[in-house]
């Protein structure tokens, strides 16, 4: 099958045979004090959306229908008390009865609402969220049910005894969770639970029945709206659609009297509406598939819908979550070493192996939701159902998918709720020609360093919308989990612009504090993890927020893990200095420097170092020479000598301290050369200045696998020992090791030792000194050996290890530990030991 548009072609997916921007980084945070029936409204019935705006009961709080948000949220300070205002575009909140205070007993149980949640016991929730891991595969062409349970709302209270310094500040957190509980119950009452909340996409958008298509739109600033495009000839008299009181637009159109849909799959659509701001043509904000024809700037909406027989069916089950995170963090569009736009089916075909032969056992994907810009990497996000039309079709994105599970591969999607694209023609901005439909009014709702709009996460249909597209990606192309973006940006209001986070928690408690934003996190976490609990998120914050990655239900805001960004920072940061001038001690503080019962997710160097204007961490230490010297049948340079030993020291130290996860930008674990220039043409600004454009080229837009795999190169001794210290930790799983011990860090000698789990680090950063029978303490008795070595001539080393010695034990303590051994420690090399089994 292949249809096609406006002379673009879109093939049908071809299935392989199976086989086996961004907010200041900069952060200075120390956490090392820490690492120790009464509501009658129906969602949806027939093709008619009915509502009612009656008292709410357990609140006391009556709904008024079309109501304009008034742009107040739930922004407090420490000493805020009393019940948040919930405002937003379909509904205000007023204030007639008593809130829900924290530790009182639910008034919501199950039975008493009528609602599709379910509130257990633990022993319950135990059994049924086992029932729900065990049905998680999802394969072939039926899929299993699997039961949708979202965990009741616990009391908050358990943050206190995991971080005593809380209490300081548990009159805003205490705040917080009410306000976390409020929600929850008046989504339980309004709308079903979080359940049906999240599932908008049922309701919203084109929804496809056995009598035709009904499309329902929330745009309450518009004041007449028509369905228009292909199927009607672009005729805005022709589909006129109605609205409700809350401002939903709703248009019902039957089958053709041949029984075909009124709308052929792969029509283009768009939504005419009349609004405070003019005549408007917008792409439906629920699309599920958008796209740019050549020749053309604006994009249109496509009805994507293809027949059964044509749609992708998943034929593998979902990987369960690994014990430690190795995450590929992936572009596909410059996923090919060719200076082009790759294809999700290329990247299925040609990437997905390459991150399986390396040792990696998660793809993060970047810029997966539709974005006009492709220079923004894909976080100016003009439509969040679509996947990006740029690599292919929705059903080649969900084969990608489907081939990673077959090589028990996660896949992350990097999810992008935390700004949205300022772009009027194609995305939410000005949707129906409003400011505030689903962001801010005035500064609040635009980010000036992104230049793009904030979410006002305060309003009810703001909630749905970004829960249901959470939820989307999960259910739809069967995501394994999120990387949530700029996180900082939404929990504050300053958005961490221009501020130094020092860790005193006033920072985080306090008038900046944007308390939506930060419940809206807790309930997506609780979506996410109550109805998919293999699921993984990843929150990417530099403040070092408190309580970050603590289950909701105790107070916290839920993610899995946290992005230990201060980490890259400091490697900039050391990378200017001397040699003579790293401090072994400050780089064991910053990769250890987490919070106590937090997971975090390591990396030395990300998409963020690579673009332009930025260097990567192989730039920083070999710079220019790695155009001349990086072949082996010419001499080397000390320059080249020192970058490739300290590249490789740099990301096992790293992985092996840095937390419990681990990341690598593709390419970068081979030290690709130059940095990432998106394809650009020159732009002239309305105060005269130029930006110079690059010709719109796509030459440093791609990434060079095959310098990596050339066995001529000296790119491929780097290669080699990152796929070696992908699979040492395979074996060893030691970042998840519950023993860690730092034995030495030695500012003279240069040295770090370390024991993660059974294995023993050895680190040697001197630039000339090597150590001859250098003792190194160890806690187990034994014989030990080598199970990694940087000094291998195989990773581009020098070849100053002899792997065949065995290395005995000597009892005494040494460096405070009861055993040590003695070993060779040549200059700038870094060795791993394990007790030998035999």
Same mark, same amino acid.
């Given at each position: 099958?292949?249809?096609?548009?406006?002379?673009?072609?879109?093939?049908?997916?071809?299935?392989?045979?199976?086989?086996?921007?961004?907010?200041?980084?900069?952060?200075?945070?120390?956490?090392?004090?820490?690492?120790?029936?009464?509501?009658?409204?129906?969602?949806?019935?027939?093709?008619?959306?009915?509502?009612?705006?009656?008292?709410?009961?357990?609140?006391?709080?009556?709904?008024?229908?079309?109501?304009?948000?008034?742009?107040?949220?739930?922004?407090?300070?420490?000493?805020?008390?009393?019940?948040?205002?919930?405002?937003?575009?379909?509904?205000?909140?007023?204030?007639?009865?008593?809130?829900?205070?924290?530790?009182?007993?639910?008034?919501?149980?199950?039975?008493?609402?009528?609602?599709?949640?379910?509130?257990?016991?633990?022993?319950?929730?135990?059994?049924?969220?086992?029932?729900?891991?065990?049905?998680?595969?999802?394969?072939?062409?039926?899929?299993?049910?699997?039961?949708?349970?979202?965990?009741?709302?616990?009391?908050?209270?358990?943050?206190?005894?995991?971080?005593?310094?809380?209490?300081?500040?548990?009159?805003?957190?205490?705040?917080?969770?009410?306000?976390?509980?409020?929600?929850?119950?008046?989504?339980?009452?309004?709308?079903?639970?979080?359940?049906?909340?999240?599932?908008?996409?049922?309701?919203?958008?084109?929804?496809?029945?056995?009598?035709?298509?009904?499309?329902?739109?929330?745009?309450?600033?518009?004041?007449?709206?028509?369905?228009?495009?292909?199927?009607?000839?672009?005729?805005?008299?022709?589909?006129?659609?109605?609205?409700?009181?809350?401002?939903?637009?709703?248009?019902?159109?039957?089958?053709?009297?041949?029984?075909?849909?009124?709308?052929?799959?792969?029509?283009?659509?768009?939504?005419?509406?009349?609004?405070?701001?003019?005549?408007?043509?917008?792409?439906?904000?629920?699309?599920?598939?958008?796209?740019?024809?050549?020749?053309?700037?604006?994009?249109?909406?496509?009805?994507?819908?293809?027949?059964?027989?044509?749609?992708?069916?998943?034929?593998?089950?979902?990987?369960?979550?690994?014990?430690?995170?190795?995450?590929?963090?992936?572009?596909?569009?410059?996923?090919?070493?060719?200076?082009?736009?790759?294809?999700?089916?290329?990247?299925?075909?040609?990437?997905?192996?390459?991150?399986?032969?390396?040792?990696?056992?998660?793809?993060?994907?970047?810029?997966?939701?539709?974005?006009?810009?492709?220079?923004?990497?894909?976080?100016?996000?003009?439509?969040?159902?679509?996947?990006?039309?740029?690599?292919?079709?929705?059903?080649?994105?969900?084969?990608?998918?489907?081939?990673?599970?077959?090589?028990?591969?996660?896949?992350?999607?990097?999810?992008?709720?935390?700004?949205?694209?300022?772009?009027?023609?194609?995305?939410?901005?000005?949707?129906?020609?409003?400011?505030?439909?689903?962001?801010?009014?005035?500064?609040?709702?635009?980010?000036?360093?992104?230049?793009?709009?904030?979410?006002?996460?305060?309003?009810?249909?703001?909630?749905?919308?970004?829960?249901?597209?959470?939820?989307?990606?999960?259910?739809?192309?069967?995501?394994?989990?999120?990387?949530?973006?700029?996180?900082?940006?939404?929990?504050?209001?300053?958005?961490?612009?221009?501020?130094?986070?020092?860790?005193?928690?006033?920072?985080?408690?306090?008038?900046?504090?944007?308390?939506?934003?930060?419940?809206?996190?807790?309930?997506?976490?609780?979506?996410?993890?109550?109805?998919?609990?293999?699921?993984?998120?990843?929150?990417?914050?530099?403040?070092?927020?408190?309580?970050?990655?603590?289950?909701?239900?105790?107070?916290?805001?839920?993610?899995?893990?946290?992005?230990?960004?201060?980490?890259?920072?400091?490697?900039?940061?050391?990378?200017?200095?001397?040699?003579?001038?790293?401090?072994?001690?400050?780089?064991?503080?910053?990769?250890?420097?987490?919070?106590?019962?937090?997971?975090?997710?390591?990396?030395?160097?990300?998409?963020?170092?690579?673009?332009?204007?930025?260097?990567?961490?192989?730039?920083?230490?070999?710079?220019?020479?790695?155009?001349?010297?990086?072949?082996?049948?010419?001499?080397?340079?000390?320059?080249?000598?020192?970058?490739?030993?300290?590249?490789?020291?740099?990301?096992?130290?790293?992985?092996?301290?840095?937390?419990?996860?681990?990341?690598?930008?593709?390419?970068?674990?081979?030290?690709?050369?130059?940095?990432?220039?998106?394809?650009?043409?020159?732009?002239?600004?309305?105060?005269?200045?130029?930006?110079?454009?690059?010709?719109?080229?796509?030459?440093?837009?791609?990434? &060079?696998? =095959?310098? /990596? %795999?050339?066995?001529?190169?000296?790119? !491929? *001794?780097?290669?080699? #020992?990152?796929?070696?210290?992908?699979?040492?930790?395979?074996?060893?799983?030691?970042?998840?090791?519950?023993?860690?011990?730092?034995? &030495?860090? =030695?500012? /003279? %000698?240069?040295?770090?030792?370390?024991? !993660? *789990?059974?294995?023993? #680090?050895?680190?040697?950063?001197?630039?000339?000194?090597?150590?001859?029978?250098?003792?190194?303490?160890?806690?187990?008795?034994?014989?030990?050996?080598?199970?990694? %070595?940087?000094?291998?001539?195989?990773?581009? *080393?020098?070849?100053?290890?002899?792997?065949?010695?065995?290395?005995?034990?000597?009892?005494?303590?040494?460096?405070?530990?009861?055993?040590?051994?003695?070993?060779?420690?040549?200059?700038?090399?870094?060795?791993?030991?394990?007790?030998?089994?035999?």
């Amino acid at each position: 099958m292949a249809f096609t548009l406006s002379g673009v072609r879109f093939p049908a997916v071809a299935r392989t045979p199976g086989i086996a921007p961004r907010s200041d980084r900069r952060s200075g945070v120390d956490l090392s004090l820490l690492t120790k029936e009464p509501f009658p409204r129906k969602i949806f019935t027939g093709s008619s959306y009915d509502t009612a705006s009656v008292v709410v009961a357990a609140t006391g709080k009556v709904l008024i229908a079309d109501g304009q948000s008034d742009g107040l949220s739930s922004s407090a300070d420490s000493s805020g008390d009393g019940d948040p205002e919930v405002a937003s575009g379909d509904l205000q909140v007023l204030e007639e009865g008593t809130t829900l205070s924290i530790g009182e007993e639910d008034n919501i149980k199950s039975g008493q609402t009528g609602t599709s949640v379910k509130f257990l016991d633990e022993g319950s929730l135990k059994e049924s969220v086992d029932q729900s891991v065990s049905s998680q595969a999802n394969v072939g062409v039926e899929e299993v049910d699997r039961p949708r349970i979202v965990p009741p709302p616990g009391n908050g209270q358990k943050i206190y005894e995991i971080d005593p310094s809380l209490k300081d500040h548990r009159t805003h957190l205490d705040y917080r969770y009410s306000h976390y509980r409020k929600m929850r119950a008046l989504i339980d009452q309004s709308e079903g639970g979080l359940d049906a909340f999240s599932r908008g996409y049922e309701n919203f958008g084109f929804i496809r029945s056995g009598d035709g298509i009904t499309y329902r739109e929330w745009a309450p600033g518009a004041k007449s709206a028509a369905l228009i495009g292909d199927f009607n000839n672009w005729n805005p008299n022709a589909d006129v659609m109605t609205r409700n009181e809350f401002g939903v637009w709703e248009i019902f159109l039957p089958n053709n009297a041949d029984g075909s849909p009124p709308i052929p799959h792969g029509s283009r659509v768009k939504i005419r509406m009349d609004t405070p701001s003019g005549i408007k043509d917008s792409i439906p904000a629920w699309i599920k598939f958008s796209v740019q024809a050549p020749g053309e700037i604006p994009y249109n909406g496509i009805y994507y819908d293809p027949p059964e027989e044509e749609k992708y069916v998943f034929e593998h089950p979902q990987p369960k979550a690994p014990k430690s995170l190795r995450i590929y963090e992936s572009h596909v569009g410059m996923s090919s070493p060719e200076p082009k736009i790759n294809t999700y089916a290329n990247f299925r075909d040609d990437v997905l192996p390459r991150i399986k032969r390396l040792g990696y056992n998660a793809v993060q994907i970047m810029a997966i939701q539709e974005h006009s810009y492709y220079a923004s990497f894909g976080y100016h996000v003009t439509n969040f159902f679509a996947p990006s039309s740029r690599f292919g079709t929705p059903d080649d994105l969900k084969s990608l998918i489907d081939r990673a599970h077959e090589l028990g591969l996660l896949v992350l999607m990097d999810i992008v709720h935390s700004h949205a694209s300022n772009n009027v023609l194609d995305g939410l901005n000005q949707f129906d020609g409003t400011d505030t439909h689903y962001f801010h009014s005035g500064s609040r709702g635009y980010h000036w360093m992104w230049d793009s709009r904030l979410f006002n996460y305060g309003s009810w249909e703001v909630l749905r919308y970004l829960l249901s597209n959470a939820r989307w990606w999960l259910e739809e192309y069967k995501f394994d989990g999120f990387r949530f973006d700029g996180v900082t940006s939404m929990m504050y209001t300053h958005h961490g612009l221009q501020v130094a986070f020092t860790g005193n928690y006033n920072e985080y408690f306090g008038f900046a504090t944007d308390v939506d934003a930060v419940v809206y996190l807790m309930l997506v976490n609780d979506l996410i993890q109550g109805l998919y609990p293999e699921a993984v998120t990843i929150g990417e914050d530099v403040s070092g927020m408190p309580a970050f990655c603590i289950p909701v239900q105790d107070g916290g805001i839920g993610f899995n893990y946290r992005l230990h960004m201060a980490i890259a920072d400091k490697w900039i940061e050391i990378l200017k200095l001397k040699d003579e001038d790293w401090k072994m001690g400050d780089i064991i503080h910053t990769l250890t420097n987490r919070r106590w019962l937090e997971k975090c997710v390591a990396y030395a160097e990300s998409h963020d170092q690579a673009l332009v204007g930025d260097k990567t961490i192989a730039f920083w230490l070999m710079d220019k020479d790695m155009y001349d010297f990086m072949a082996l049948d010419r001499p080397s340079t000390p320059r080249i000598d020192r970058g490739i030993a300290l590249h490789k020291m740099i990301r096992l130290i790293t992985m092996g301290l840095g937390g419990e996860g681990y990341l690598n930008f593709m390419g970068n674990e081979f030290g690709h050369p130059e940095w990432i220039d998106f394809p650009r043409c020159e732009q002239r600004l309305p105060n005269g200045s130029v930006i110079p454009g690059n010709n719109n080229s796509y030459d440093k837009c791609r990434r &060079r696998f =095959d310098l /990596g %795999d050339a066995d001529y190169l000296r790119y !491929r *001794g780097m290669q080699e #020992f990152d796929q070696a210290m992908q699979h040492l930790e395979g074996t060893y799983n030691f970042m998840t090791a519950e023993h860690q011990y730092i034995s &030495r860090k =030695d500012e /003279g %000698d240069k040295m770090v030792v370390f024991e !993660r *789990g059974d294995l023993v #680090f050895v680190f040697n950063f001197h630039w000339s000194n090597s150590y001859f029978d250098y003792k190194i303490g160890c806690s187990k008795p034994g014989k030990y050996k080598v199970v990694l %070595d940087s000094d291998d001539k195989l990773f581009g *080393g020098f070849n100053r290890i002899d792997h065949t010695v065995e290395y005995f034990t000597a009892e005494g303590m040494h460096d405070n530990r009861p055993r040590s051994f003695l070993v060779y420690a040549p200059s700038r090399t870094a060795v791993v030991y394990a007790l030998s089994e035999d």
